[in-house]
């Protein structure tokens, strides 16, 4: 009622009927109108409101000249000889990822989420275990990746997030979900205003909203940049989107407010048609403003939530700040303000750093203008270079988790700048993102099982469940429920060989304290 009469007037589709529908929080309303507005046209909306940028009680804004997105191109590549092949589970087909270090005694004891992607095996959302043995895996269906999967807070419990969609040329098509601890769907959030959810960014606020990154290729003049003049650019785009209704509280525009020549791309040419000149791949809340990371211009921009203006410019070619020694980055990922205040960036590829990627910890003066070095952290062991994706995330104790992006690997070094876990993906695979967190997973779905006879009259007998954190032991029951034998967890899937051949039997699972957390359903022992 306090909104009022808005009326909507399109020049092409002219006027819209629409209706008012209330944010979650009580705080505001979206209008929404019943038919989609028309390309390349003027929008004039008529109000009662104190609205930002509005004179009179009016507003215009305009529709740009949208272009098709992209089709699905990201093509699997490598080899089959690292994948998993499971009894119990012939049904999925993950990479078995290789520990390059072990956990150490000071390492986080967290477990570690990644989402392998490209390979000739299965993609989708992973965990392994405190060890970097796999307990989790959720694979995606042909044509389609996951991204961006770790644990977030929403309504005060811990929940999955991820992205999952098409991809091609490093822009994603798809939808954000978040999971519960039984592995249950408790949201699955899209675009809002008609947009599909880029893979690069899902992340959960202290409101309980979605900050999330749409890529929408538009028809554009490219002349400024010497390309042809009716060419084609991608608006990088934010929106905060009430997670329970879906509604757009927020959206941020590029095109708007960042120029063509900030991008530091040299691959254009007066035959270019289609130019990303952005690329925005993350997002942080910073209060009443965002923290921007745009790989395309190798810089990081601030910008105020209230009027959508760059405060401020870290990097690329109209850095607002002097940069200190070392603290060159280039065509970077995951900008993050740290709670001293400080920066962390995750650089791919600074020139000045040899194509050696790191993470990359700064400080920055906002009286005097300048950014100096406080933390430059790399692997130790070796040159490591991701051409793309990637990011760092602050550990508890001052150490980084590092995503190399590309390379297929994520490696936590401790403060001391030693490499505490190594873990690497077979050949053909990457992984956007690398997460060290706690989780505790209870799936519902009951364990699975497979028996088959073994030589010597004894019965050989996988078992797995997928998701479940908690499981020290299995029991192995027969028709009667007396316990033929037992086994240590010792992976995804537990072999046991029990003595005797029953006709049927049933896995019980155990946690270290020896309580029952679930049991399979009978199975039956085949002969071959």
Partial sequence: AD????????????????????????????????????????????????????????????????????????????????????????????????????????ATPAKTFLAPKLGRGDGGEMILDERGRMVYFNPTSDHQTSGDFRVQTYRGKPVLTFWKGASSRGEGHGDAFILDQNYHQVARVRGGNGYSLDLHEVVITPRDTMLAIIYQPIRFDLSPVGAVKRGTVVDSIVQEID????????????????????????????????????????????????????????????????????????????????????????????????????????????????????SLVLRLDREQKTASLVADVRHPGGKLFAATQ????????????????????????????????????????????????????????????????????????????????????????????AVLGDQVWTNFETFVRVPGRPASVRLRALDAQGKVLGTSRSTRVSSR
């Fill in 3 to 106: 909104v009022g009469k808005i009326t909507v007037t399109g020049s092409r589709s002219g006027r819209h009927s629409g209706t008012v529908k209330a944010h979650s929080d009580g705080a505001g309303a979206s209008w929404i109108p019943r038919k989609r507005f028309l390309s390349d046209e003027r929008i004039t909306v008529r109000h009662s409101l104190d609205v930002t940028g509005a004179s009179g009680g009016e507003f215009r804004l305009r529709t740009a000249r949208f272009t098709a997105l992209p089709k699905a191109a990201d093509t699997k590549r490598g080899d089959t000889k690292q994948i998993l092949s499971l009894r119990s589970r012939p049904d999925l087909h993950p990479p078995i990822p290789q520990i390059l270090q072990p956990p150490t005694a000071d």
């Fill in 243 to 358: 997670i329970e209704t879906g509604l757009v509280l927020f959206e941020w525009h590029s095109l708007d407010h960042v120029g063509l020549d900030e991008s530091v791309r040299d691959d254009i040419t007066p035959r270019t048609d289609r130019f990303d000149y952005f690329h925005l791949n993350s997002i942080d809340d910073d209060g009443d403003g965002l923290i921007l990371s745009a790989r395309q211009t190798s810089a990081v921009y601030r910008i105020e939530k209230a009027t959508g203006n760059v405060d401020w410019r870290l990097g690329g070619l109209k850095s607002d700040f002097k940069m200190g020694p070392g603290t060159q980055f280039a065509l970077q990922h995951d900008a993050r303000r740290q709670p001293d205040g400080t920066v962390r960036i995750f650089d791919n590829s600074s020139e000045e750093q040899g194509q050696r990627s790191r």
């Fill in 390 to 481: 990637g990011n760092s995330q602050l550990l508890p104790d001052g150490g980084h988790l590092i995503g190399w992006g590309s390379q297929g690997r994520g490696t936590e070094v401790g403060p001391d700048g030693k490499v505490r876990f190594d873990v690497d993906l077979p050949a053909g695979y990457d992984s956007y993102r690398y997460y060290r967190m706690p989780w505790t997973g209870m799936p519902t779905a009951p364990p699975k099982a497979r028996a088959k006879a073994a030589p010597n009259g004894a019965t050989n007998v996988w078992v797995s469940w997928n998701g479940a954190t908690e499981v020290a032991r299995w029991q192995v029951l027969g028709p009667d429920g």
